[in-house]
Structure formats: structure tokens, C-alpha cells
């Protein structure tokens, strides 16, 4: 069983720009997550996964001040948080949380200039220097078009990059965010983190955020913190949390898998005798693999190595497959267990392209004429039966 990782000591951790010391979080003195214990520096993002009511909202919630810690202390930049007044605060940190903002009657340029009220005087008046701030914060999330036009009649992706440019109009170091791409389509997902990431890497800006997008999680994050149970079960680079079999553990899947190599979740495989068997490789057969399972139809692969771009898919979904070590040439009891699986299926389908050479082909060329014997043989090949 992998033990839990978890940050530096503290002797480390009290050297980081932000960081938690003996940290609980809950409510009504109830801990729901104890001993959180998290660190970023300057112009990292650190991402909170994990299953849904795992806490990862309320360890959020504690370090933006709108619960109190029930132990513990959250720092930023050798300050403990909950001894800054208000307006530090919000000069220090920024917060987009989860949910749909309709302010009324304001335009995306007026939603902005809120985030400049920390700095303004009694009657909230925005001097040019604000103005400024504002122009460069709708600027930097490419939303300097939406200035004079209503909020309410945007679309989701460009009201929460509207947000964000508010956030950032309050010019922290560090800004927190609850979900922020629940709402977006893959477009503008992937556009929202571009910003953060770019913000991140050329402004400086800290990101402190959850998501349930594991793929983005491991693409986007320096640093990912794992919620399970009452504890943080993992903390460190997304290289060190994706290892083969943690994420099914961390979520409890039992229906179907996740392959952390390609951030590829995958539904459950259909099981019992395979019917057809599939000669793939490089990545053909993946297409193939997955009608199969749409339909429920067991089948057989082979002969895959297992570095193979189809081997990981083809684990999830295949009934039985013929494998190889990655860089080995094909054992003769490979190629006589494939036949046999060929000769049980009532159908075979190639994905390979048999005019292509390699070190390896004489055997998998035995293979496709092996299989051209068959009046049930099928060539498919980008996506069209030949």
C-alpha cells in the first residue's frame, strides 16, 4: 500500500509563502479534516482534489476567513491570516467561489471596479490609478471587449473570466477559487486556467483552488493536495499523486477505472468469452476498443506492448489481452496464444496499417495473415472499413 505523502516539515513549511500549521477544519466545533497541512511559494498553484463532501470547499472557506479554524493557523507571507483586518485582507487574498453572480444592472466594467473597494475611501469613489488597475485587470482575462455590456447577459465562460479580472482588480498575492470551471464547456475551461496559469507564471500571483477535472488538476498544478477521509492523503507535484491506482482509491471507484497515465477515466469493461478479437497497435485500436464496450461486446487484443499508446485502454476494456514487454521482440507462445484467442472470436478486426515496417512486424504480419484467412476479417482504418 503507498503511504500518504504529505509536505516538508514545518521547519520547512514555515519558509514557504503560504502555508497551514496544525490546522482543523469543521463546523460547530465538530473537525471534519484534521492536521491540514498544505505550502505553496510565490507564483505556484496548489489544487484541492477529491470526492464530492470530502471538504475540500471548507478547508477553503477556513483559509479566506469565512470559517473559523477550529486549531490551527493559516500563514501568507510570515502573517497569521485571521489577525489581518478586513481590509488587509483583501488586499492580500482574492476569492472566486462556486456559484452564478447576477448583479443587477451593472456592466462587466462596473462588476470590476468592486474589486477596487478595499482601496477606495468612505464613498467608494475610483480614482484613475483604480481605473488603471481595472483596464489592466480586464485586460490580462481578455474581457476588455464586455466593458459597457450588461453582466447578466454574458455567458457563463465570459462571466467567470469577468470575476476573475474583479479578483484580480484587487491586485493580491494570492487568490483562492471553489470550483471555478463547474459552469464551462471544454473551451472555455481550458481558456480559464490558461489565464490562471499565465497569471501564475508571469504576474507572480499565487492560485489556491479546487477542481473536480483531474486531467486539468494534473496539468495545471505545481502542488496537489488530495481530501479523503478526515486528512489530506496526499500532498506534492501531480507526478508524485497520479501513480498507477491511487485516484480509484482516493474516489472509491468501483464502477469502471481511471488510468492515471493518460488522465483518462474509462466505463467498465464488458465481460465473458471474447467474440471478437482486435489487432491494434499505436494507438489504432482505441476507437475500436471503446464501440466494443458501447455495445457490450467481450473482445480480445493483442499483441500489445505494453508501452503501446493502445495498451492502457485496452487493460480497461478488453477481455483478454496479449502482451509483450515494452522493447522485447515477440515470443512464439505470443503469437500462438493470439491465434487461439482468433480462431474462438467470430470476428476478427485489423487497425493496422500492414504496410508499415518495424522491428517487431514479421510477427504481427504472421498475425494479419493469419487472419486474412478468415471470410470474417474486417481492415479498419482511420475510421473507415476497407
Same mark, same amino acid.
Given at each position: 500500500?503507498?503511504?500518504?505523502?504529505?509536505?516538508?516539515?514545518?521547519?520547512?513549511?514555515?519558509?514557504?509563502?503560504?502555508?497551514?500549521k496544525?490546522?482543523?477544519?469543521?463546523?460547530?466545533?465538530?473537525?471534519?479534516?484534521?492536521?491540514?497541512?498544505?505550502?505553496?511559494?510565490?507564483?505556484?498553484?496548489?489544487?484541492?482534489?477529491?470526492?464530492?463532501?470530502?471538504?475540500?470547499?471548507?478547508?477553503?472557506?477556513?483559509i479566506?476567513?469565512?470559517?473559523?479554524?477550529?486549531?490551527?493557523?493559516?500563514?501568507?507571507?510570515?502573517?497569521?491570516?485571521?489577525?489581518?483586518?478586513?481590509?488587509?485582507?483583501?488586499?492580500?487574498?482574492?476569492?472566486?467561489?462556486?456559484?452564478?453572480?447576477?448583479?443587477?444592472?451593472?456592466?462587466?466594467?462596473?462588476?470590476?471596479?468592486?474589486?477596487?473597494?478595499?482601496?477606495?475611501?468612505?464613498?467608494?469613489?475610483?480614482?484613475q490609478?483604480?481605473?488603471?488597475?481595472?483596464?489592466?485587470?480586464?485586460?490580462?482575462?481578455?474581457?476588455?471587449?464586455?466593458?459597457?455590456?450588461?453582466?447578466?447577459?454574458?455567458?457563463?465562460?465570459?462571466?467567470?473570466?469577468?470575476?476573475?479580472?474583479?479578483?484580480?482588480?484587487?491586485?493580491?498575492?494570492?487568490?483562492?477559487?471553489?470550483?471555478?470551471t463547474?459552469?464551462?464547456?471544454?473551451?472555455?475551461?481550458?481558456?480559464?486556467?490558461?489565464?490562471?496559469?499565465?497569471?501564475?507564471?508571469?504576474?507572480?500571483?499565487?492560485?489556491?483552488?479546487?477542481?473536480?477535472?483531474?486531467?486539468?488538476?494534473?496539468?495545471?498544478?505545481?502542488?496537489?493536495?488530495?481530501?479523503?477521509?478526515?486528512?489530506?492523503?496526499?500532498?506534492?507535484?501531480?507526478?508524485?499523486? +497520479?501513480?498507477?491506482?491511487? =485516484?480509484?482509491? @482516493?474516489? !472509491?471507484?468501483? #464502477? $469502471?477505472?481511471?488510468e492515471? %497515465?493518460?488522465?483518462?477515466?474509462?466505463?467498465?469493461?464488458? +465481460?465473458?468469452?471474447?467474440? =471478437?478479437?482486435? @489487432?491494434? !497497435?499505436?494507438? #489504432? $485500436?482505441?476507437?475500436?476498443? %471503446?464501440?466494443?464496450?458501447?455495445?457490450?461486446?467481450?473482445?480480445?487484443?493483442?499483441?500489445?506492448?505494453?508501452?503501446?499508446?493502445?495498451?492502457?485502454?485496452?487493460?480497461?476494456?478488453?477481455?483478454?489481452?496479449?502482451?509483450?514487454?515494452?522493447?522485447?521482440?515477440?515470443?512464439?507462445?505470443k503469437?500462438?496464444?493470439?491465434?487461439?484467442?482468433?480462431?474462438?472470436?467470430?470476428?476478427?478486426i485489423?487497425?493496422?496499417?500492414?504496410?508499415?515496417?518495424?522491428?517487431?512486424?514479421?510477427?504481427?504480419?504472421?498475425?494479419?495473415?493469419?487472419?486474412?484467412?478468415?471470410?470474417?476479417?474486417?481492415?479498419?482504418?482511420?475510421?473507415?472499413i476497407?
Open positions: 500500500m503507498t503511504k500518504s505523502r504529505q509536505p516538508e516539515g514545518e521547519y520547512m513549511a514555515e519558509k514557504k509563502y503560504f502555508y497551514t496544525e490546522l482543523s477544519v469543521g463546523y460547530g466545533g465538530v473537525p471534519l479534516i484534521k492536521e491540514v497541512r498544505l505550502c505553496l511559494e510565490k507564483g505556484e498553484i496548489l489544487t484541492l482534489i477529491g470526492p464530492n463532501g470530502a471538504g475540500k470547499t471548507t478547508i477553503l472557506k477556513t479566506i476567513q469565512q470559517l473559523q479554524p477550529l486549531t490551527g493557523v493559516a500563514y501568507l507571507d510570515g502573517k497569521d491570516l485571521s489577525g489581518m483586518s478586513g481590509r488587509e485582507l483583501a488586499r492580500k487574498m482574492s476569492v472566486v467561489l462556486t456559484g452564478r453572480v447576477y448583479p443587477e444592472m451593472m456592466t462587466c466594467r462596473e462588476v470590476v471596479e468592486t474589486g477596487r473597494y478595499p482601496y477606495t475611501g468612505r464613498f467608494g469613489r475610483l480614482s490609478a483604480d481605473r488603471k488597475v481595472v483596464q489592466k485587470s480586464m485586460e490580462l482575462v481578455r474581457v476588455k471587449e464586455l466593458s459597457e455590456v450588461d453582466f447578466g447577459r454574458i455567458s457563463d465562460g465570459q462571466r467567470q473570466r469577468v470575476m476573475l479580472a474583479r479578483a484580480l482588480s484587487q491586485e493580491p498575492e494570492l487568490i483562492v477559487l471553489d470550483e471555478p463547474s459552469f464551462l464547456d471544454i473551451r472555455h475551461k481550458l481558456e480559464f486556467l490558461s489565464v490562471l496559469q499565465s497569471l501564475s507564471k508571469e504576474e507572480g500571483l499565487s492560485v489556491i483552488l479546487s477542481l473536480h477535472e483531474l486531467e486539468l488538476a494534473e496539468r495545471i498544478s505545481d502542488k496537489i493536495a488530495c481530501v479523503r477521509g478526515d486528512k489530506i492523503d496526499r500532498f506534492g507535484p501531480p507526478e508524485e499523486i +497520479f501513480t498507477p491506482g491511487y =485516484i480509484s482509491r @482516493l474516489y !472509491g471507484i468501483t #464502477t $469502471g477505472s481511471y492515471e %497515465r493518460t488522465g483518462t477515466p474509462e466505463l467498465p469493461a464488458a +465481460f465473458g468469452i471474447p467474440e =471478437i478479437f482486435v @489487432l491494434a !497497435g499505436k494507438g #489504432t $485500436g482505441i476507437e475500436i476498443y %471503446r464501440s466494443l464496450q458501447r455495445k457490450k461486446i467481450p473482445f480480445a487484443t493483442g499483441i500489445l506492448w505494453t508501452n503501446d499508446l493502445d495498451y492502457p485502454v485496452a487493460k480497461r476494456l478488453a477481455a483478454e489481452v496479449v502482451e509483450e514487454q515494452a522493447f522485447c521482440r515477440v515470443r512464439t507462445e503469437v500462438e496464444k493470439a491465434k487461439e484467442l482468433m480462431d474462438g472470436c467470430r470476428k476478427v485489423c487497425t493496422l496499417k500492414t504496410e508499415e515496417g518495424g522491428d517487431f512486424y514479421p510477427e504481427l504480419k504472421e498475425l494479419v495473415e493469419y487472419g486474412k484467412n478468415r471470410k470474417d476479417f474486417i481492415v479498419y482504418i482511420d475510421g473507415k476497407l
